[in-house]
């Protein structure tokens, strides 16, 4: 099911309560190394969906912002700005979706709409020693390699977009 409510609104929060998000999705199998037992991410997500679950309230958390996530934060529309003038798609910005089936919900920084067709968008503004390491990876690996690190947040938006 989709809605579109903008980013980081109390709408947003409030849509999102009980949900697993795509930021979030990397915890979901997290083990920890070596050892039997469940990563401090993994417990910390279980504890906040039961406890959003229970009282249908996003727990409200100090939004953890270093300098790199205000970057991307910063240049996220012009990034989705420039990816839409070079390509010359129709892109909607913003939304949240929500699964009939899993207690999840992604939302996507866009959308492309093209007919019955409709793509995410997920944007990545890393600081320069990153997406000059991203850019080898792919000159390596001879494809469009995706760094590990936004896997999980990309497979968890399309399996959550594919439902809707």
């Not at 980013?7 to 947003?12: A, L, S």
């Not at 991410?41 to 300098?67: F, H």
Request: proline share 3%; net charge positive; charged share 25%.
């Amino acid at each position: 099911m989709w809605s579109d409510v903008a980013q980081r609104t109390p709408e947003w929060h409030k849509l999102r309560a009980g949900l697993v998000g795509g930021s979030e999705a990397r915890h979901i199998n997290a083990r920890r190394k070596g050892t039997a037992g469940e990563t401090a991410g993994r417990r910390d997500l279980r504890v906040k969906l039961a406890v959003e679950t229970l009282t249908a309230t996003p727990i409200e958390q100090s939004q953890y912002l270093n300098e790199d996530i205000s970057r991307g934060i910063t240049l996220e529309d012009r990034a989705l700005r420039e990816f839409a003038l070079s390509s010359g798609q129709l892109l909607s910005k913003g939304g949240h979706y929500k699964s009939e089936t899993r207690k999840a919900g992604v939302s996507p920084d866009g959308r492309i709409l093209s007919g019955d067709r409709i793509s995410l968008v997920e944007m990545k503004c890393p600081r320069a020693a990153n997406h000059l390491a991203a850019f080898a990876l792919r000159r390596a690996s001879g494809l469009a390699a995706i760094p590990a690190s936004h896997r999980a947040q990309l497979i968890h938006g399309l399996l959550i977009a594919q439902e809707a």
